[in-house]
């Protein structure tokens, strides 16, 4: 998809999606590129999550979602895996002092309980310690999976089915919604998936519903702020029905 180019847009907020979801792709193909291991590549992007992660908080989103790890990226080559799980914990660490002058709240969605206790540990010393604060949600998703999350979401329902807390006929759309981990938050306005894969991977199957879905042909470590102002023009060009007309 070839993109407009426009250099510091003034973004009337508005016009922004209130949530962004990114699938943070093209780590390991940037890495084989200038033949770098993996790890170089996911290194490099967590590099551009820094910096995305702040432009999306100046420019006035009010959630952004990244996807950073899925439940099935556990199925990688067990040295690519371990890369990941020390970035994550180098950032975690850094993310705790990092996004407090851009009063960024830092929550975690998936399944934490697959990491080690270290890391669990930095996760809820990060959530805890920024959930105060006024500005934009920054939802990491790690260990994450939107079926897993649907299960999840259905043995909670199920459960208070059980305890006859909730009857099976005041089961709604909104109840569902209410127990995923995104309970509470709007769902996403636009995905952008750069690395031009032209797939959902398991990311917010549920919540994007009517997301618009924005395709670039752009490996996530050279993703540019230029970038998302080309892909967030592109989202104030879509005509959204919703299904109606
Ligand atoms: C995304 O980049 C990061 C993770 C999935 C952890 P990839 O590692 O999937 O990069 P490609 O798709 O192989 O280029
Ligand atoms: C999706 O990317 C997950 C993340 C970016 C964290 P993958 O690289 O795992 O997705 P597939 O395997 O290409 O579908
Ligand atoms: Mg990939």
Known sequence: MAFFKKKKIE???ALLPAHLGIIMDGNGRWAKKRALPR???HRAGAKTFR???RYCSNIGIKYLTVYAFSTENWKRPQEEVDALMTLFEE???EALTDFKDDDIVVKFIG???AFSPKLQALIDETES???QRPGMVLNIAMNYGSRDELVTATKKIAEKISEHSLKIDEITEQTVSDNLYTAGQPDPDLIIRPSGDHRISNFLLWQSAYAEYIVMDILWPD?????????????TKRSRRFGGV
């Open 39 to 41: 790890s170089a590549g």
């Open 51 to 53: 910096t995305i992660t």
């Open 111 to 113: 399944d934490k309980t």
């Open 223 to 235: 993703f540019k702020t230029s970038d998302l102002d080309a892909a967030l023009l592109e989202f």
């Open 11 to 13: 973004w009337d907020k």
């Open 129 to 131: 310690s920024s959930a």
């Open 91 to 93: 950032y975690l660490r």
